[in-house]
């Protein structure tokens, strides 16, 4: 049966679509703006006879998902920003052995300890792999409460589709904004694809072992190009996105995340005044929906990039959109989030073409 | 009496061991401790519930000699995975395989944490006193005036620190039930070592808590020293830092006898 309509906050969202999804083994290390998530799993998982362990770091947390990964169980971890960056190695290890699991991630601003408020900041490291090694984890990137639970849902299957680290990259805003949400109902876990190959002893069956260290003559390199299939098809299959008003518009304002939520209200506001804006927002951050905004990218349009960094998923813009339209960006770095106000003062700078808010991309 | 009874086999190759050759150094301690972990593995009977957890460092390729389901885990990581491993699947016995730079320096912390929440975990810990795979670097057992690559004229405790005794350390812990130090430098050493990893796995069967087993362990090539020097190394200089013997014990075992 699917829940009741309830008001929860963002952090708890997730930790109670995780339990419902199958997640089963929580390992994780405070850190605000996340810390409600793991205190509401310390008591969900003594409800669902899951595990929660509250770990001694970032590092050893992801290394305990790295085993009850390997173990066969739905696990996760979650943080943010400066204690995502101590999961890499763990992150890239999981990659190397092919293991699913849900890494969240509620950014706040840096570099270093930052600050504790909502940021886009870590882009590049989400979505370029982030650890060292030839590799990608998918990203998705929730906009709401309700979209959270779906996401997570989505990123726990997705993991385990792929045998590949998937990121739920939200910020200190989606971790602690109260909404009213829905979830769908448990999973039975009995009805899951069967793994074959984890480790659960060797009876009946010769040992396995599971390594991420080839040494052998072209090993490393067969392994990579086949990693590089996986990739390739998440690429060509996993792209998701959503755009609203963008059959007439004139501008399409690119945001994902809480900074979409911030431009969509500007572009209500700006379509009162009769300006033509529309929203593109990418769902999946990698695989970037590449084929869809370049589709959007024509016709004259301008396409104005909003994000709460100094300009890093505009990288993307330019690579999916090219000389096609002009590219236009607004940044705001470290932990402040624009009004409505400031995105439609840009946007509208944008429409005139005066340079007043944001700058033009030269590509 | 038939010749099916009067040869009785005391000596064989055991299950939990692959029959491939080691890439072990001739002299080398690592052999004599995998084949120990095995002959254990064999007489309780678990080979086949076993999950284990080898180090980087020179056993980062155990999964090629041991005989049973094993990952690879980060560089002092071994721990914290074999946490997440014994958490899914508690009615297994696992176990991870380190060495000194892996479980006393890198992953000081997943070591003292995990034993401290008394995990139902067994480490085997190889104490050589040098990292070998890199190449004869320090160790954070490296005893002191050893040389080491990373130690010229000797380890010097006001410039390289002191040798750690992470085995005393996790021993003041409540998680941990058992700890010992062994040697494989001697023959009667090797049999005391095989007591203890025995009963390690015993106290872990036994859902005791967190056990450990140290065994001092000569590496010839990075000491420098014949296979035989290096024995008598363990045995007449590495012990006056580390002390073999029982260090914990609440496992209780003895009592009941």
Known sequence: MPSEKMLMRGSNVVGEAAVRAGCRYYFGYPITPQNELPEYLSARMLDVGG?????????????????????????????????????QEGISY????????????????????????ASAADYFQATRGGGHGDYRTPV????????????????????????????????????????????????????LPKKDWILNGCEGREPRALFSMLLGQGELHQHNLDLQKKYDQITAEEQRWKT???????????????????????MNDLRAEGLAVGLFRPITLWPYPIAALRELAQKGRKIAVFELCMGQMVEDVVLSVGERAGIYFYGVPGGVIPTPAEVADFLRSVAKGDGKVGRRIEV | ??????????????????????????????????RLVAECLDELGVREKTIGVPPVGCAVLAYNYFNFDMVEAPHGRALAV??????????????????????????????????????????????????????GQMAPTTVLGMNATTTPGGRDPRLHGN???????????????????CAVSSFKQIRKAKKAIKKAFQCQLDD???????????????????????????????????????????????DKK
């Open chain 1, 51 to 87: 595990t929660f362990i509250q770990g001694e770091s970032e590092v050893a947390s992801i290394n305990m998902v790295l085993g009850a990964s390997v173990a066969g169980g739905r696990t996760m971890t979650s943080s943010s920003s400066p204690g995502i960056s101590l999961k």
């Open chain 1, 94 to 117: 999981m990659v190397g052995m092919e293991l699913p699991a849900v890494i969240v991630n509620m950014m706040r601003g840096g570099p270093g300890l930052g600050n504790i408020s």
């Open chain 1, 140 to 191: 998705l990137a929730p906009a709401s409460c309700q979209e959270l639970v779906a996401l997570t849902f989505a990123a726990f299957d997705l993991a385990d589709k792929y045998r590949n680290p998937v990121m739920l990259l939200g910020d200190g805003l989606m971790g602690q904004v109260m909404e009213p949400v829905v979830f769908p109902d448990f999973i039975d876990l009995k009805d």
């Open chain 1, 244 to 266: 609203k008003n963008t059959d007439d518009a004139d501008i399409i304002v690119v945001a994902y995340g809480t900074a979409a939520r911030v431009a969509e209200s500007a």
């Open chain 2, 1 to 34: 009496m038939s010749a099916e009874v009067a040869y009785k086999q005391v000596f064989g190759w055991p299950d939990s061991l692959k029959k491939n050759p080691t890439h072990y150094c001739p002299g080398c301690g690592h052999s004599i401790a995998h």
């Open chain 2, 82 to 135: 074999a946490t997440g491993i014994k958490r899914v699947h508690p009615d297994k016995l696992v176990l991870t395989y380190q060495g000194d730079g892996d479980l006393a320096a890198i992953g000081t912390a997943e070591t003292i944490h995990a034993a401290n929440r008394g995990e139902r975990i067994t480490t085997i810990f190889i104490n050589n006193a040098i990292y070998g795979m890199t190449g």
């Open chain 2, 163 to 181: 040798p750690i005794d992470i085995s005393r350390m996790l021993a003041v812990s409540n998680g941990v039930v058992y700890v010992e130090r």
């Open chain 2, 208 to 254: 005791l808590g967190f056990s450990l087993v140290e065994l001092l362990s000569p590496c010839p090539t990075n000491w420098k020293m014949s296979s035989k020097a290096a024995w008598a190394w363990v045995n007449e200089e590495m012990v006056k830092t580390y002390p073999l013997g029982v260090i914990k014990d609440e496992t209780g075992y003895e």
